[in-house]
Every structure is written in structure tokens, then in C-alpha cells.
């Protein structure tokens, strides 16, 4: 009976490429369980779990700092920066871990950030001012903020990274769902669990004591990547980055292999996180809206669970959708299929903004964003992961991510501007249309200028990736296990 215990199964576990003749077995036919196979895409996967609920969590923050602190948090730059600055560590962290990932280790790499996660998510929710002051809290969080975006960074190209070469060594057929999982499920799944913890919290402390709340929810923040220490130490590189990696890069050929589907994958990460991510950071405020100023703040809280909750459905159908009907198609049918009920709900704003259709209010925007990670929340990472060569994934992996959390960035600056309209109804409807118009552009150069993807192409990928590189003279001899 095969033990679940990763140690052991890691101590029955060849190391990566110990002859010439292991390099030559396909991933899938290397002698290992079926647990052994599976735990390295959990373990690696499963950080981007702090990604959902350190960035949805601060939305419900927002909002009980705003009720603490009425005149000085609005008013202060605080409200926009603790919220858009983790997503400029975010990019720090990518780039810095994209590279340390290929020419060092997706392992140690992975490592790193998990630490930096379990520390800057401590010191959030213990920052204070010099004296108390507000100014000097705001400013601590901002900094402790930025500092764990570079954390949740690494868990992008190292973590995700290592996940999809270890997806090779599954059985065909189930490959993209597992990876979908541990990724997209996984981090929509943190979504839902950084709005009911502050709805309990509320219900437990009460709405004329929210210090305790807001910095319990952050503290919270340590446990998902404490959790994760002891598999990650366990781990290994993945078999097919030993295989495959480079000690020399000719970058010259790396970019012309690589640059147009890069260019493509990166457009469509950057519009999908201009708009969700906008979308999350601001759904608690936007039900305090609608519900008004009166309405309890654990019942606007309760809300942003349900709308938290309707991504899974989305999150869970794509996963399969994408092993049946392929990533970039999968993509496409999300994307065009949100487009529509964006617009519908741009339409109907006027009458779903009205505090009596709240729940209609919630359905459909729900469902705006369950198709969102049907579409893409599935799939562009799946594709970013798929499109480029083992060699340099982490790289490729890492600037598309990273273009990605720009349009986080932007879309959390761009939002409050659309908001910020005189009309109320414009000023709800707009976010909707402007969403809904770049899913149709999305759609259009997926279907364009991005190629199938199957459930070998990392394997078909690095195969042509080296016939490539011989064909231009490069020593293809020198890349693998030294």
C-alpha cells in the first residue's frame, strides 16, 4: 500500500535524471504511484491560495477602516495604495522569482516566497503608527502590503511553474483539470474565504469594535503558506525542468522563439486582472452602496460571501471544459459569454442597483464573474504555462503574469475614477461596459494569434524549442541535470 506521507514517498522516489537512458522515459510512464505523482502539483499549486485571500481580504479591510477612521482614511491615499501597492510587489516578486526560478531552482524559489508570506502577513496585521497616529498605521500597512505582493509574486512562476511541469507525469486527459485546481479554484476558492472570515468576525466582535476584525482577518493571512512549509520542503525540482534546463541562455533566440504568443498571452492576463481584480477590491463597496449606509455591516459582508462563492461554479466547470475542449478554446467561450451578460448588466444597472433587487444585483454579477473564470481565471495561466519552452518558463511565465498584475494595478486606480461619476447609474454602469468590451477584443486575438494546446504540448514544446536552437547552433548538449 503506497504511504501518504511525502517523506517516504520522496525517499522511494528516483532523483531527477540519473542516466540517459531515465531522460528518455516519457514523464508518464516513470515508475511512481498515483500519490506521488499528484502531491508535487498540490504542494506547488496550492500557496496561490494567500494570493485570493490577502488580496480579496482587503476589500472587507477597506471598508471597516473606513468606518473606523471616516474622515482620515477616506480622505488619505492609504484607501487606494494599501490596495493597488501589493500589486506592484506583486510584479517585483514575479520578475525577481521568474528569474531565480530558471537559473536556480522553482523549489528554493517557491521557499523564499512562502517565508516572506508568512512574515509580512504577521507584521500587517500588528502595524501601528508612530504614537497611534493613523498616518503613520496607514503607512505601515501600505509598506507591509507592497512587501507581501513580492511573496505572492513567487508563487507565480515558481510555484505555478513547477505545478504545470508536474502535471506531465498525470494520466492524459486529466492534466489542465489538476492544474486548474491547485491555481485558479484554488486562489477564487481564498476569495470566498477573505469575505466570510470578516463576516464572522463583525458578528463576533460587533460593528462598534472593528480593530480586532481587521487585523485578525490579515493576521490570518500567515496560516495558508504555514501550512504548506513542510510539503514544500519535501519537494523536488519537477522532473521536466531538470530535463530541460539552461546554464547559458541565448536570449536573442529565446525572444524570437518566443515574443508573439508571449505579446498575446500577456494582453489577455492584463485585461482579465484589470477587471476582476478591480471587481473583487471593490464588491464589498458596492454593496455597501446599494444596501446603504444603514444597512449592518455583516450583512454587507454576508453579500460579498455570496458573490464570492458564484466564481467557484465557474472556476470548477472550466476546469473540466478545459481538458474536453482545449485551453484557448475554453478561454474563448468564458470570455465571449461574459462579454454578454457584462453588457446585460451595464443595461440593467438602473434597476439592479435598486436596494429591494439586491439579490438579482448579486445573481447576475455573479455570474459575470463565474464565466470570467471559466474563460480566462482558468485558462491564461494554463496557456502562459503551455506556450513556452521548460527552459525559460519561469521567465515567460513570470512577465505574463506580471503584465497581468499591471492591469490589477490599473484597474484598481481606473475604477474608482469610473465610480466617480456624478451620475450614480453611469457611475456603476461604466466599470460593466468598459469589462465587457475588452472581453471581445480578448476573445479575438486569442482566436487569432494563439495556437491549440494539448495535453502534451510542454513536451511538444521543448522538443521543438531544441530542434530550434540546433538548427541556430546552440549546444543543446549542455542543457539538463549536470
Same mark, same amino acid.
Given at each position: 500500500?503506497?504511504?501518504?506521507?511525502?517523506?517516504?514517498?520522496?525517499?522511494?522516489?528516483?532523483?531527477?535524471?540519473?542516466?540517459?537512458?531515465?531522460?528518455?522515459?516519457?514523464?508518464?510512464?516513470?515508475?511512481?504511484?498515483?500519490?506521488?505523482?499528484?502531491?508535487?502539483?498540490?504542494?506547488?499549486?496550492?500557496?496561490?491560495?494567500?494570493?485570493?485571500?490577502?488580496?480579496?481580504?482587503?476589500?472587507?479591510?477597506?471598508?471597516?477602516?473606513?468606518?473606523?477612521?471616516?474622515?482620515?482614511?477616506?480622505?488619505?491615499?492609504?484607501?487606494?495604495?494599501?490596495?493597488?501597492?501589493?500589486?506592484?510587489?506583486?510584479?517585483?516578486?514575479?520578475?525577481?522569482?521568474?528569474?531565480?526560478?530558471?537559473?536556480?531552482?522553482?523549489?528554493?524559489?517557491?521557499?523564499?516566497?512562502?517565508? %516572506?508570506?508568512?512574515?509580512?502577513?504577521? =507584521?500587517?496585521?500588528? +502595524?501601528?503608527?508612530?504614537?497611534?497616529?493613523?498616518?503613520?498605521? #496607514? &503607512?505601515?500597512?501600505t509598506a507591509y502590503r507592497f512587501i507581501i505582493g513580492i511573496g505572492i509574486g513567487g508563487e507565480y512562476p515558481a510555484g505555478s511553474v513547477a505545478a504545470a511541469e508536474s502535471t506531465g507525469e498525470l494520466k492524459a486527459g486529466h492534466r489542465n483539470r489538476w492544474f486548474i485546481f491547485f491555481t485558479d479554484f484554488i486562489i477564487d476558492f481564498g476569495f470566498v474565504v477573505a469575505a466570510f472570515v470578516p463576516m464572522v468576525l463583525v458578528l463576533i466582535f460587533g460593528e462598534d469594535n472593528l480593530e480586532a476584525p481587521w487585523r485578525i482577518s490579515l493576521g490570518l493571512g500567515v496560516i495558508p503558506p504555514l501550512s504548506l512549509v513542510y510539503l514544500r520542503f519535501k519537494l523536488k525540482d519537477p522532473e521536466e525542468?531538470?530535463?530541460?534546463?539552461?546554464?547559458?541562455?541565448?536570449?536573442?533566440?529565446? %525572444?524570437?522563439?518566443?515574443?508573439?504568443? =508571449?505579446?498575446?498571452? +500577456?494582453?489577455?492576463?492584463?485585461?482579465?486582472?484589470?477587471?476582476? #481584480? &478591480?471587481?473583487?477590491?471593490?464588491?464589498?463597496?458596492?454593496?455597501?452602496?446599494?444596501?446603504?449606509?444603514?444597512?449592518?455591516?455583516?450583512?454587507?459582508?454576508?453579500?460579498?460571501?455570496?458573490?464570492?462563492?458564484?466564481?467557484?461554479?465557474?472556476?470548477?466547470?472550466?476546469?473540466?471544459?478545459?481538458?474536453?475542449?482545449?485551453?484557448?478554446?475554453?478561454?474563448?467561450v468564458g470570455m465571449t459569454a461574459q462579454s454578454v451578460v457584462g453588457f446585460i448588466m451595464s443595461g440593467c444597472y438602473e434597476y439592479l442597483s435598486i436596494p429591494k433587487n439586491v439579490a438579482g444585483f448579486v445573481v447576475v454579477y455573479g455570474t459575470f464573474l463565474s464565466l470570467g473564470e471559466l474563460g480566462p481565471g482558468d485558462n491564461i495561466g494554463l496557456l502562459a504555462s503551455k506556450t513556452s519552452a521548460t527552459a525559460v518558463r519561469g521567465q515567460y511565465y513570470a512577465i505574463a503574469a506580471a503584465v497581468g498584475k499591471v492591469g490589477a494595478f490599473v484597474g484598481t486606480y481606473i475604477f474608482p475614477l469610473l465610480q466617480a461619476n456624478p451620475n450614480p447609474i453611469r457611475a456603476g454602469q461604466d466599470p460593466f461596459f468598459v469589462a465587457s468590451a475588452l472581453c471581445i477584443f480578448a476573445s479575438i486575438i486569442v482566436y487569432f494569434f494563439l495556437p491549440h494546446v494539448g495535453q502534451d504540448t510542454i513536451t511538444k514544446e521543448d522538443e521543438e524549442f531544441r530542434a530550434y536552437l540546433e538548427a541556430h547552433g546552440y549546444d543543446t548538449s549542455t542543457m539538463g541535470k549536470r
Open positions: 500500500m503506497d504511504s501518504l506521507d511525502p517523506e517516504k514517498t520522496s525517499e522511494r522516489t528516483p532523483g531527477p535524471l540519473q542516466s540517459e537512458a531515465e531522460a528518455q522515459i516519457p514523464l508518464d510512464a516513470l515508475p511512481k504511484s498515483r500519490w506521488e505523482r499528484s502531491w508535487p502539483v498540490i504542494a506547488c499549486g496550492a500557496g496561490l491560495f494567500s494570493d485570493g485571500y490577502l488580496n480579496g481580504v482587503i476589500g472587507s479591510v477597506d471598508t471597516m477602516l473606513t468606518r473606523i477612521y471616516p474622515t482620515e482614511y477616506k480622505n488619505s491615499p492609504a484607501l487606494r495604495n494599501v490596495s493597488s501597492l501589493v500589486f506592484v510587489g506583486e510584479v517585483v516578486g514575479m520578475l525577481i522569482f521568474g528569474i531565480t526560478s530558471d537559473y536556480w531552482s522553482r523549489k528554493w524559489s517557491l521557499m523564499i516566497s512562502t517565508f %516572506i508570506l508568512i512574515l509580512f502577513a504577521a =507584521l500587517s496585521a500588528g +502595524s501601528y503608527g508612530y504614537h497611534g497616529s493613523p498616518t503613520g498605521l #496607514f &503607512a505601515a500597512l525542468f531538470s530535463r530541460e534546463r539552461m546554464y547559458r541562455f541565448p536570449y536573442a533566440l529565446v %525572444i524570437k522563439f518566443h515574443w508573439k504568443r =508571449l505579446i498575446v498571452v +500577456s494582453l489577455v492576463w492584463f485585461i482579465y486582472d484589470f477587471s476582476v #481584480f &478591480a471587481f473583487n477590491t471593490y464588491s464589498s463597496v458596492w454593496l455597501d452602496t446599494i444596501l446603504g449606509s444603514t444597512a449592518p455591516l455583516w450583512k454587507i459582508f454576508g453579500w460579498n460571501v455570496v458573490v464570492n462563492a458564484l466564481y467557484l461554479p465557474g472556476s470548477f466547470a472550466g476546469a473540466f471544459l478545459s481538458d474536453w475542449i482545449g485551453p484557448r478554446m475554453c478561454l474563448m
